[in-house]
Every structure is written in C-alpha cells, then in structure tokens.
C-alpha cells in the first residue's frame, strides 16, 4: 500500500508520454516483422529519460508511478500483439499491482486464464486448435518480455488455482490483494477479486494475526534492530515493508485503497500520515538512486555505496562528522520513526481486530492508569496533560507489573503527543527524577522499558545529550550498531550480568555481580559510556562531564556520583591495557592498579568493560578477550589486596616463578641441574613474560627434545647428526586460561622466524592475537604465538592442530637449510568486500623505553590478510630485532604493539634508523593494496 496508489491521472499519463512516443510505437509494430526491438527501444527509453528525471530531482512518487504506468502500456501493446485478450487476462501484482517500480524492480504478473483452456501440454493431442495457439502465443508473450529487458516474475493460474494457493499462503494473498487488471477479460479479474474477501478466505482476524507473525519473523532476521550499519531498506526494521504492512491490514480490514483514507477513520492523524508519506518518500528516493548505482535489483546500503549515495543526494563533511555518517543518521533516524509508527498501528489493529470481542474488562492499576486487555493505558485523554510524570511513571508500572504485554495503542499516541512536557521544569521535578531512577533500580524489565523509551522519544527527551547519538552512525567495520544502538545493548550486557539464567555467559563478571550493591550505578555508567560521541573531542571525558551533571541533578551521594563518573572517563583504559600492554609485567598491573585504587572501582569496571565490547559487534568478542580481562581483573585484584604501597618488583616476582616452576618440574622427575643449564642461557625477561605453568610446559618438551636429539646424535652420520642438532620443535596446545590455541616454537635463531610463521598461520586462516621472542645466549630462540580461528574460537581439532604443526615444521625446517634470501611466500587471501570500502593511511610510532632498554613501536593500519608476514619482512630488512607483538584489530583497523631492538640487542633511539624503518614497513604494507 503506497501513501496514495496509482489510479492513472491525467499527470502521469501525460507525463509517461515524454519516456517514449506511444503512437510512435504503435506505428511500428504494425510494420514490423517482429515486436522485439521497438518494444526492446521503447523499454531502454523508459529506463534512460527516467535516471535524467531522478538527477533533476523530479517527484520520486510521479517516478515510480509513471515507470509503472509506462510499463503497462508495453504490456498491453505486447499482449494485444499476441491476441491474448480472449478468456484470459494479465494482472499486475505485489508491488507494480501497487503501482510501484523502481528500476530494476522485478515486474510481477499474473496470467489468468479460464478453466476451460488447459494449459497442461500433456493433453496437447486432446486440445482445440485454439487452445494450443493459445499456449503458443502465452510462450511466445513470456519470452518476449525477458527478450525486450524486463524483470518479470509470472506465475499462470486459473480463478480457482489462485484461491487455493493464497487460501494456505499469507505472502500469495497479500499480492493478490493488491493486483489490478493491465489488460485482458475484466470478467474473469473481477471473478478474481470477489473470491479474494474476508468472506471467502483469510478472515480479517487471522490475516492480521499472520502479518504481525510474519513481521515479528522478518525482524529476528535482522537481529530485531534497525540499526544495522549494512540495513536493508526493504526489509529491515522501519523499512518499506513496515509501511505496506500497515496498507495490508488496513485494505484487509477497512477496505481502502490508500493509507490516506486512514485518517478518515480516525487510526491515522494528519501528522502521521505526513510523517509515513515522507518516510516513504525518503526510502524510495534511496532505492532509486541505489538501483541505478547498482545497476541491478539491490536492496542493501552496503559499505560499498553509501559514500556515493550521499555525496549524490548533496551532504558534505562538516562539524566532525563525515557526510556519509550524516546521510546514515538521517536514514537511520527515519527507519526508527517508521518503526515506532507501525508498532502503533499494529497495536491498533491488534486491539480492533485481532483482541475484539474478549470482553475484558479493564482492571485499575492506580489513579492514572489501567490494563486494557493486557495492555497499559492512560485512563483518560487528559493524563498527560495533568500529570506530566506520569510520562515516566508509566514505564515504571510496566517494569512492576510483568503481566503486562505493552503498551495500548492510543496511550503510545499520547505519550508521542506529549513528549513536549519534558523540558527543564520537567527534568528538575523531583518527581520525575526519582521515577528515572527507581525505573533503573527494578529487578525486572529495565533494558524493555529503556528501549521503548527510546522508540517512544522519552529517553532522548529526558537526557537531551542522548538525542545526539540517536542514529548516530560510525563508520567503520569495527562498530556493528548505531551509537544509541550499541548503548542499549550495552545496558542490556549489564542487566544480564544480574540474571542467574545467563550466569554461563560471563561467569566471572555474573559472580562479582552478586556483591555489587548498587546496581542502577552500572547501568547509568553504560547509558553515559558513548553518550559524548560526535561531539569532537574526547568523549570519554565530555561524558565524564555530562553524567556527572545528572547525577547531581538526581541527588545521587558523592561517593556514587564520583564513580559513576570515573566509569564513564576511564571505560576504555581496562580494555586497552589487556589488549595492548604485557599484563604479566608487574610493572604494569601496578600502574593499572593505581589508576583504580579500589575494588569496588575494579569490579565496576570489568563489568562495563566486558559489557561494552560484547555489545559493539558480534564477531569482535571472543574468548582471547575474556581471558585476558579475567586475567587483568585477578592480577589487580591481588595487587589491590596486598596493598599499593606493597608493589611487587620484578625480582621478586621473577623469583617466585622459578621457584614456582621448579617445583613443578622436579615433581616431574626433572633434575635441578638439567633445568639450571636451561634457564642459565636465558634472560630475566623470559621470566617475566611467561607464567610458571608456561615455563614448565616450555622446559619439560626442550630438555625432552634435547634428550632425543642426543640419542639420535649417537646413531646418526655426521651431516644427519647436523641436522638433528638444528631441527625445529613446534607445540601447539588449546590454552584454556589464555582463551585461545597456543603454538611454541624452539628453534635456531633465525632472523626471519616471525615473517615466515605468521605468513604460513596466514595461509592457514588463522589470526595471531598476540607474539612473544625470546633469544637465549646460545643462539636459541622462543617463539610464542596466540592464535584463534577466524571466527574467534580456540583451535580444537586434533587433525587441525597437526596440520598447523607440521605446515610449521616443514616451512622452517626448508628455510633453515635453503641457501637462497628468504623471500615472503605469496599470500593468495583476497579483501572481503567491506575490506575493501575502508582504508587507512599507515602509521608508525615510536616510542621509547629506556627502562627496559627496548623501542616500542605502534603500527596503525588498515586490516589486511599477510600484514603481520609483511611487517616481518620490513623488520629483517632493516636488521630490527622482534621481541614482541600485541595485535590488536579493531574492525578494519588493526593497532598493533611490537617491542624491537637493534640487531646488537640495543634500544632504537636514532630517529634516521627510525624514519628507515617506518619507510620499510609502509612499503611493504602497501603492498597489500
């Protein structure tokens, strides 16, 4: 159902006739031998004269509708040139029955015929001459149409094949519905038609039941969010297909034609009907210009278009916003006001017609509300009006009440209607700011009512700084959702945090949230996180200012306030310790631990922190990240236990993890003096980088290896002896602390050990989350690598876990004894589309740590397949030795940390050398282009 359907003025004939010449036309199949290439003209003309119309910003709705009326007037000449008018007839349905086409819409027809002309070509020797040049002329029609370029989907039915297949098929009904006759025997359409009534089939009861089934079905598709940042304008929430859902139930059960006519029978106001015609509009203007970018049916704002579309449609960059992310915030803010507007709708016509008859009668909830069949309801007109909090009181009775389904249909409007009252005297009512905070204090239903006062306006009402990010789109691969999107989303991570069903999830953060007292600090945190977005600047500090303001505004103590606040402007600073600092460093967790200064602090975070990433896209949390926070979490825990003052050094704590590993090896049969001669040759920092239970794994498998290696030395001849001392041992195990696979690599030192392994785990569709080297003093190297499967899990088969191993073994043990330049093997991964959509300049930072004597080095790049082999082979071409990696990717961006040194073990500090080295390590990057 369009805002007005096409019933063919005079405009849209006259205007039709400037696409192509009709008389013209018609002259010319008269001459013609065959129809296919007038009619193929006619149809490119449409096509051509109709893109020209759409760049001179002609009416989008006179587009499609002329398309339309120009299309049947093909039709019609194609169909009379094959006499097909006899006993049969040609029905526009779906969408061009709506009088709706796009460019490359598919053109959508129906063949009806009589029962009397078989068209079954098994009983072709029982047939009347007539009847088979009727099956030959119908052939001849259908591909005809295909021959001239047009889009067809056609099915052939008689009267009563039609009434069966629509009396089982929602979706067959709802085209029927909508058919109307291009050209043929008006009897038999009209035949058609009356069988089609609520009368005969689909009762308007059941019919409108099965729509709001479907449309519920539709959106768990699309994770029951608008807010996609790749949307499909069609099919999507708060797309197209939510407007002609409301024409279908409105045709259905009030007979109209258009949704105009809703107005008169007082379920549409005059507003929201302009609001539902523009966002129609609007969406249409889109499809269009998408279909001729595409050029073909696409119904998806993919990366790949959405920079083009809005330069097309006049945006430009400005205020720190890209002009692609404002044309999205317009589109995004548009869908959501169409979905709020089919909610109501629906929630209307479920309370007329599918909820008529049950004769409930409304129960009282207090002085300003009742259930009206399950549904709350203002108990007057006036409520509003009179007492204005109960714009907030409402949602709290539906977190109290969980009987409840939602919301009635006219109360919505009310609230719509109202939203005005919330201004400054509203936020300062105490009243009002108690009932904000109560609603966020309820053990039930907190994330369902902040959603839906989000949809209803109230949430952006109330906090005027959250109206900023609603739609707000990011622009980039790393954030699934809309800023307002991704905040909802994080509440609802913290919510579940405190339900016991959902305990497995997170089970760390799920029992910490057992001691947390005061919960409703969690989630203003979460609400706040992002709320500064946009805005230029920091947002974690100018969300810091803002949440503080309101909970000051809520008389929330100073205590409360303080960490509420200090959530909001560190969110992030637990994440990016995890990721992106060695966190087994004492160092570290005591600088980590300062910041925090408290449990209480500590436990708050995490929470927010874990929240938060979950909820930025489904792919980006994984079980690396799980581990490393929990392992951060419990390491600042204890240094938090034993007090500030009482920081570990890093003798002490290289003391304990040998005194700790030993034992675990001596226990193991292992002797003191065989662990001793391994560990002589190795540096403290070997201690520090790994955990005792690492250590063990590590030295148990070297001086097994060694104990081998000297047996088969014994037998051996002297060039196999050579290659038995030199030979590569490769462990691979799933760590499940770590969260991840875990690879070891004993080997010679090798300059290119770090390029040839990630390039072969490359190959291999693995992702290396982090990297640590460690040379001893006898020309040995330790190499360990983290790594998950593309989609973010461990590595767990056990044939898998061979094949990575041997793949490494072979490669290393073919570079140890080639006597050619090691050279990158050729990496044949290709960019995934969105890849491609977004990419960024590389940078490379240096920074200097004098302490430990080591250079860190920070590469900020667009993610590409290979760039960890790549940035390898720079590292070898400029004598650089790596001793260490944190890989961090965030979307299409990947951040990452390596700890280099010169070839003589020195830190890097000439800014020459470092200036070459960042010149070695973009032009290899480059490469990946």
């Known amino acids: 159902m369009t805002a007005d359907k096409l019933s063919m003025p005079l405009n849209i004939q006259a205007s039709t006739e400037t696409l192509f010449d009709i008389s013209a036309l018609e002259t010319e199949l008269t001459q013609s031998k065959t129809p296919i290439l007038p009619l193929k003209n006619a149809v490119k003309s449409i096509f051509e004269k109709q893109i020209q119309q759409f760049q001179e910003k002609h009416n989008i709705v006179l587009l499609i509708q002329e398309r339309s009326h120009a299309i049947d007037i093909i039709l019609t000449l194609a169909w009379s040139y094959y006499n097909l008018g006899e ?41 009347s001459e007539s009847n088979k040049a009727f099956i030959d002329n119908l052939q001849c029609f259908i591909a005809l149409l295909w021959d001239i370029g047009l889009e067809i989907g056609h099915s052939v039915r008689t009267v009563d094949e039609c009434i069966s297949e629509a009396t089982t098929d929602i979706t067959i009904i709802s085209n029927l519905m909508e058919s109307r006759l291009i050209t043929g025997d008006r009897v038999l359409y009209e035949q058609l038609s009356s069988q089609l009534s609520p009368e005969n089939i689909w009762p308007t009861k059941d019919f409108t039941a099965a729509k709001i089934k479907e449309k519920k079905q539709r959106y768990l598709k699309f994770n029951e969010t608008a807010y996609n940042l790749e949307p499909n304008i069609k099919e999507g929430p708060g797309g197209l297909r939510d407007i002609q859902i409301i024409g279908w139930v409105a045709k259905r059960h009030f007979g109209v034609e258009n949704l105009k006519e809703l107005v008169g029978h007082n379920f549409l106001t005059p507003h929201e009907y302009e609001q539902l015609e523009n966002g129609q509009n609007f969406l249409w203007n889109i499809r269009f210009a998408l279909h ?85 309801a203002a108990a007057n007109q006036n409520i509003f ?57 309820q053990p039930f239903g907190i994330t369902h009512e902040m959603r839906r006062m989000n949809r209803y306006g109230v949430l952006a009402a109330y906090i005027p700084e959250f109206k900023q990010i609603v739609g707000q789109m990011q622009h980039d691969l790393y954030h699934a959702y809309t800023v ?63 949440v503080e303001q309101f909970c000051q ?75 490393l926070l929990s392992q951060l979490y419990n390491l600042t825990r204890i240094a ?32 003191e003096s065989s662990v001793a001669e391994l560990w002589s040759a190795l540096p403290d920092e070997y201690f520090i980088k790994f955990q005792a239970e690492e250590i063990v794994w590590q030295s148990e498998a070297i001086i097994d290896n060694t104990a081998q290696n000297n047996t088969s030395l014994e037998n051996s001849s002297l060039e196999n002896s050579l290659l038995e001392k030199n030979k590569t041992l490769v462990l691979i195990r799933t760590h499940d602390e770590r969260g991840g696979t875990e690879i070891f690599i004993y080997t010679k030192k090798e300059e290119h050990v770090f390029a040839l ?16 080297t460690i040379s001893s003093s006898n020309d040995q190297t330790y190499h360990t690598y983290y ?42 991964h290709r960019l995934s589309r969105s890849q491609k959509q977004f990419s960024l300049k590389t940078k490379v930072q240096f920074d200097e740590d004098l302490e430990n004597n080591q250079t860190l080095m920070t590469i900020t790049a667009s993610n590409r397949p290979a760039l960890l082999s790549h940035i390898g082979q720079a590292l070898i071409e400029c004598n650089v030795s790596l001793e260490d990696a944190k890989i961090s990717t965030f979307g299409e961006k990947v951040e990452d940390i390596f700890v280099i040194r010169d070839k003589n073990k020195q830190i890097i500090t000439d800014i020459k050398q470092q200036e070459n080295i960042r010149r070695a390590i973009i032009g290899r990057i480059d490469e990946l282009e």
């Not at 989630?523 to 709320?531: P, Q, R, T």
């Not at 087994?584 to 874990?610: C, K, R, W």
Request: with cysteine.
């Open 87 to 127: 006993n049969a007839a040609l029905l526009a349905v779906g969408g061009y029955g709506r009088g709706e086409l796009h460019p490359y819409s598919d053109v959508d027809l129906l063949l009806l015929h009589d029962a009397e002309h078989s068209l079954d070509e098994n009983k072709l020797d029982e047939m």
């Open 292 to 376: 001729i970018l595409c050029k073909r049916h696409e119904e998806r704002l993919l990366f790949d278009y959405q920079r083009e579309l809005a330069e097309q449609f006049g945006y430009v960059d400005c205020e720190g916003k890209l002009a692609v992310e404002r044309f999205m915030t317009d589109y995004y803010q548009t869908v959501m006001q169409l979905e709020r507007l089919n909610e109501m709708l629906l929630q209307y016509f479920q309370e007329v017609i599918v909820f008529s008859g049950t004769g409930t009668e409304p129960k009282k909830i207090n002085r300003r509300f009742i259930n009206y069949k399950g549904y709350i």
């Open 385 to 441: 009006r009179n007492y204005p909090f109960a714009l907030l009181e409402i949602f709290l009775l539906i977190c109290q009440n969980p009987e409840l389904k939602g919301v009635r249909a006219s109360t919505i409007r009310l609230i719509r209607a109202h939203n005005y009252l919330i201004d400054d005297s509203f936020r300062k009512d105490l009243r009002c700011r108690t009932l904000f905070m109560e609603i966020l204090r």
């Open 484 to 546: 307002d999107e991704h905040t909802l989303r994080v509440l609802r991570n913290t919510r579940r945090l405190f339900v016991d069903k959902h305990v497995h999830e997170l089970p760390l953060a799920s029992k910490i949230a057992q001691y947390i007292t005061k919960p409703e600090l969690l989630y203003l945190a979460a609400l706040f996180h992002d709320i500064a977005k946009g805005r230029g600047g920091r947002h974690a500090e100018l969300g810091a200012v803002d």
């Open 553 to 627: 505004k809520h008389d929330l103590s100073l205590w409360d306030t303080r960490l509420v606040t200090w959530l909001v402007r560190n969110h992030l600073v637990m994440s990016m310790t995890a990721q992106r600092k060695d966190i087994n460093d004492p160092a570290v967790i005591h600088e980590f631990a300062l910041l925090v200064g408290d449990s209480q602090y500590l436990d708050y975070l995490y929470m927010l922190t874990v929240s938060d990433i979950r909820a930025t896209s489904p792919k980006v949390w994984n079980s690396w990240k799980d581990s």
């Open 640 to 671: 938090l236990t034993k007090g500030l003052e009482n920081q570990q050094h890093q003798d002490e704590y290289i003391k304990n993890s040998k005194t700790i590993a030993l034992g675990l090896l001596t226990e193991k049969n292992y002797s």
């Open 757 to 772: 392994v990630t390039s072969t785990l490359a190959k291999l569709f693995l992702d290396v989350t982090e990297a640590k």
């Open 787 to 828: 790594v998950l499967e593309e989609d973010g899990s461990a590595v767990t088969d056990k044939e898998r876990i061979e094949t990575i191993r041997l793949s490494l073994e072979e490669q290393l043990s073919l570079s140890q004894h080639s006597q050619n330049k090691f050279e990158l093997p050729a990496i044949t």
